[in-house]
């Protein structure tokens, strides 16, 4: 706007100079015809005012229709631009009254989800860099992740997930049913992550909460071992329900769908896979979250046959001794 002003002000310099001149030369060639023929000086005079004041006034109506003209564009373009400027900002207000409605009637707490909002916000392109990509990878993955749940999907975590499974035991209102296979639970119970497993289990279990394990021995020789029989003894003085289940004894149906699996109030499948089957050497391949109505009853089913093929450990099998 700035870069324009000297412009239009030259441009309206230049038509008042054409404006004046064309004035003087209709009065000039007024007075030389009249003059020429043969008219008082008087005459002559006066036709060349008339007439070069009539050519003044055309020319100036000219411009002013032309000046009209540009201003009523510009008043149109000017109120097509305030009609999408509001526009824009109705439909914004519109969109933030529709979420906010949105929010205020989600069974999550409406308090919850405001302060993620407000807290997102304090983030802003000049934080670190390293700090804004990070945020947006988080708040991307959540979204993702919620609506995966919202549909009632499958939720995949590559890696060996601890929220997810802590979260959920932490969560549960009626069942933790959970199936343990060494090839991924091998080592679990000594390591940080397997502490606080069992802790949350623990309150699970005092608080009313059904809590139940099934240990898979891949052989006969794995119910002497002294790690498998301290952890059987500790669970189950912790108030959950430990039982031992041997391959052999699983009915042939059900040997190819045996797996590492936690089941929350059986509404939620909590799917655990390794790399490969060999303990020693296995390490969690990807944590899976089932919520499709189908998979997990057939989950519910699994554990429920199980459960009544598999046995409550000896008591030989727990050495008194730590």
Known sequence: MTGETPARTLAEGQSVVKTAGLTLATG????LVTNGLNQPP??????????????????????????LASVEKLERDGMADMKKLVGDAFSKINEATELFGSVEASALQTDVVTQLVRHSTQISPSSPPIVYKFVQTRIKDMSDFLKQLSEGGTATYYGEDRDWLLGLTRAATTSVDAISLDAVDHGLWQSEIGQRY?????????????????????????EHDPDLQRACRD??????????????????PLKIQVRDLVLFDDILAYETLPTISEPSVSHVAE?????????????????????????APRPDDSPSGP
Do not use: H, N
Request: contains cysteine; glycine residues 4%; charged residues 30%.
């Open 287 to 311: 944590t899976r979250l089932v919520l499709t109505e189908s998979r997990v009853k057939e989950c519910s089913q699994l554990y429920r046959e199980l459960w009544e093929v598999s046995r």
């Open 28 to 31: 000039a060639i007024t007075y």
């Open 235 to 252: 669970q189950q003085e912790m108030g959950i329900e430990v039982r031992l289940l041997d391959r052999t004894s699983v009915p042939s």
């Open 42 to 67: 008087a005459t002559s005079i006066m036709l060349s005012i008339l007439i070069g004041g009539i050519t003044l006034m055309v020319r100036f109506l000219v411009d002013f229709e032309r000046r």
């Open 198 to 222: 069992l802790d949350a289990q623990r309150l699970a279990a005092r608080a009313g909460r059904r809590v139940r394990r099934i240990f898979v021995l891949e052989s006969s020789d794995m």
